[in-house]
């Protein structure tokens, strides 16, 4: 509800406008009874030609003007939904950005889209209670006012009436909260599990899994649309109470007004506008009904939305940090300077240290120890590596992500132009292509019928396994970081791409530090350094050569144990 105040907080003058619009509407629908009702008493009753004229005309002038009165009422609304539309979806992206490598680890691909489509979507919908329903409330009073002046009994049936109405439909309301949670975890899950088979459907056809996964989705999918039967049900019996009981309560005020005008107690002009007021009051009764079914649904939406914005990054900045509403870390007044040049990472926990200035490989045993080990470079985990003897830990976090590049093999590649893809603007030709010269990209670029301006959908499926690594090569050096972690950035190309890219990546790094995880020893042999890491710590330091001669470990985990290959 927090979260759904807020979005009416944003834009004060806006939701103030369509409450008076939607006020002066619902207040308006209730003035044609009464202008009906003189006409009937003041002209047909008593054979006044002119005062039925004058009363016509005025019916005619109330009709267009509440016609105005909706129309911009409809367009506020409009405004004020879309506003918060686009408001949540910015907290949400700047969000996403700010909590960065922990996302995937927290929360599922497809929670976060069915959160950034639907749910945002549904507490839109909610802020109509500020204009209509705002209304409804007001409409409501000034009709029972205006019916206390005919009679008080009549006044008092509709006094009681709308809050029985409430109390039948609110147990409906209670258990569509409930079934509509349920529904909302489950189709963001089925999501994911869609979103992974996509992802995956090559390598599940390659391995004859395709299948096996479709029979499980199906099955997934049943039980989401058993749920979504319940949800339906619960939605259904709303939808009927919400027409079907304003009707039955309508029915029985006009029926009482009839006796009442049967006995003399009420004219035949009362009577018609009684009619006209109670079945003016179904638009506000209808539009708070309605609108509580939309404060449930949005309810359920903002709470998700919630519990995603209250995930939090892993504490990587030191006892210091604090979250939300942390000092931001450029003004933390206890970060420490971060060296003013170059300078030495170093991780106690394999005891790696990396050579400013210097192209330092890692050849590692196990891949899940080569990843751990690029986090702690990177400061993407809380860990004891140090910046030129400074804490990593105790930097201020901007400084580190703008001087420390972690480039991971698979990493994202967002839809856009290939331009967009490789982070360069329209003046950075030449350092992109300085970058994918080194990434041996220049060929990708060719092939595309507009080059850098070829759009790429998302992932860039278009293009082979090797293309897009190295396109993501060529993206983290146009980027020219002082520290560059490459994470096994060869893997799928052929050897003699993998010996032309190791051959300019030093050439292209030279003097910066570049720190090559891999198991290549065509990357390896470019290297000023070579690290064995086994068994999470470095057991033999050295040229790639040398290692080859003296460690047989090494000889074995970079010749893939095959004499032949090291011969």
């Given at each position: 509800m927090r979260y759904l105040w807020w979005l009416v907080r944003?834009?004060?003058?806006?939701?103030?406008?369509?409450?008076?619009?939607?006020?002066?509407?619902?207040?308006?629908?209730?003035?044609?009874?009464?202008?009906?009702?003189?006409?009937?008493?003041?002209?047909?009753?008593?054979?006044?030609?002119?005062?039925?004229?004058?009363w016509v005309a005025a019916i005619v002038v109330a009709g267009v003007a509440l016609s105005y009165l909706g129309i911009m009422r409809h367009r506020t609304m409009t405004f004020i939904r879309e506003d918060a539309k686009a408001r949540s979806a910015e907290v949400l992206l700047r969000h996403l950005s700010r909590i960065g490598a922990v996302l995937p680890r927290r929360v599922g691909a497809g929670e976060v889209s069915t959160i950034g489509?639907?749910?945002?979507?549904?507490?839109?919908?909610?802020?109509?209670?500020?204009?209509?329903?705002?209304?409804?409330?007001?409409?409501?009073?000034?009709?029972?006012?205006?019916?206390?002046?005919?009679?008080?009994?009549?006044?008092?049936?509709?006094?009681?009436?709308?809050p029985v109405v409430g109390l039948i439909v609110g147990p409906l309301l209670r258990r569509l909260e409930?079934?509509?949670?349920?529904?909302?975890?489950?189709?963001?899950?089925?999501?994911?599990?869609?979103?992974?088979?996509?992802?995956?459907?090559?390598?599940?056809?390659?391995?004859?899994?395709?299948?096996?996964?479709?029979r499980r989705y199906a099955s997934r999918?049943?039980?989401?649309?058993?749920?979504?039967?319940?949800?339906?049900?619960?939605?259904?019996?709303?939808?009927?109470?919400?027409?079907?009981?304003?009707?039955?309560?309508?029915?029985?005020?006009?029926?009482?007004?009839?006796?009442?005008?049967?006995?003399?107690?009420?004219?035949?002009?009362?009577?018609?506008?009684?009619?006209?007021?109670?079945?003016?009051?179904?638009?506000?009764?209808?539009?708070?009904?309605?609108?509580?079914?939309?404060?449930?649904?949005?309810?359920v939406a903002a709470r998700r939305i919630a519990d995603l914005l209250n995930v939090t990054p892993d504490d990587v900045g030191g006892p210091g940090r604090r979250w939300p509403g942390a000092v931001p870390e450029a003004r933390r007044p206890d970060a420490l300077a971060a060296p003013v040049g170059p300078a030495d990472l170093h991780d106690p926990v394999t005891g790696l240290t990396v050579r400013a200035g210097q192209l330092t490989g890692v050849a590692a045993d196990d891949p899940a120890a080569a990843v751990a080990?690029?986090?702690?470079?990177?400061?993407?985990?809380?860990?004891?590596?140090?910046?030129?003897?400074?804490?990593?830990?105790?930097?201020?976090?901007?400084?580190?992500?703008?001087?420390?590049?972690?480039?991971?093999?698979?990493?994202?590649?967002?839809?856009?132009?290939?331009?967009?893809?490789?982070?360069?603007?329209?003046?950075?030709?030449?350092?992109?292509?300085?970058?994918?010269?080194?990434?041996?990209?220049?060929?990708?670029?060719?092939?595309?019928?507009?080059?850098?301006?070829t759009p790429i959908d998302a992932r860039a499926r278009t293009l082979s396994g090797g293309q897009r690594q190295r396109l993501r090569l060529a993206r983290a050096l146009s980027s020219e970081p002082e520290v560059l972690i490459l994470v096994d950035p060869t893997s799928a190309v052929d050897a003699h791409t993998e010996a032309r890219i190791a051959e300019r990546l030093r050439a292209a790094r030279a003097g910066r530090t570049t720190v090559v995880i891999a198991t290549s020893p065509l990357l390896l042999g470019r290297a000023d350094l070579v690290a064995l890491l086994s068994a999470g710590r470095i057991t033999a330091t050295g040229s790639h050569a040398d290692l080859l001669d003296d460690d047989p470990a090494y000889r074995y985990l970079v010749a893939r144990g095959s004499e032949e290959a090291y011969r």
């Open positions: 944003c834009q004060p003058w806006r939701v103030l406008r369509g409450s008076l619009i939607g006020t002066a509407w619902m207040i308006g629908l209730s003035a044609r009874p009464y202008l009906i009702a003189r006409a009937v008493d003041d002209g047909l009753r008593e054979r006044d030609t002119q005062a039925l004229a004058l489509g639907s749910d945002i979507d549904w507490t839109a919908q909610v802020l109509t209670l500020t204009g209509p329903g705002v209304g409804a409330v007001v409409a409501y009073g000034v009709i029972a006012v205006v019916l206390w002046s005919i009679s008080p009994m009549l006044a008092l049936c509709v006094l009681v009436g709308v409930q079934v509509e949670s349920v529904y909302r975890k489950q189709q963001g899950a089925l999501t994911a599990r869609s979103g992974d088979i996509v992802a995956g459907l090559r390598v599940l056809a390659g391995v004859g899994g395709r299948d096996l996964f479709a999918s049943q039980e989401l649309r058993a749920e979504g039967y319940r949800v339906g049900a619960v939605n259904s019996w709303i939808d009927a109470a919400t027409v079907a009981i304003p009707g039955l309560f309508l029915a029985a005020v006009v029926w009482l007004t009839a006796r009442m005008a049967v006995t003399g107690d009420v004219t035949i002009g009362e009577l018609v506008a009684v009619y006209g007021y109670v079945a003016t009051l179904i638009v506000p009764v209808w539009f708070l009904l309605e609108g509580s079914h939309q404060l449930i649904r949005g309810r080990l690029a986090d702690r470079l990177g400061r993407y985990v809380a860990s004891e590596v140090t910046w030129a003897g400074v804490p990593l830990r105790e930097v201020a976090l901007d400084e580190v992500r703008a001087r420390i590049l972690v480039a991971d093999h698979d990493s994202y590649l967002f839809a856009g132009t290939l331009r967009d893809i490789l982070g360069a603007g329209a003046d950075d030709d030449e350092r992109i292509s300085a970058a994918l010269r080194t990434a041996s990209a220049q060929d990708v670029v060719d092939a595309l019928p507009a080059g850098l301006d």
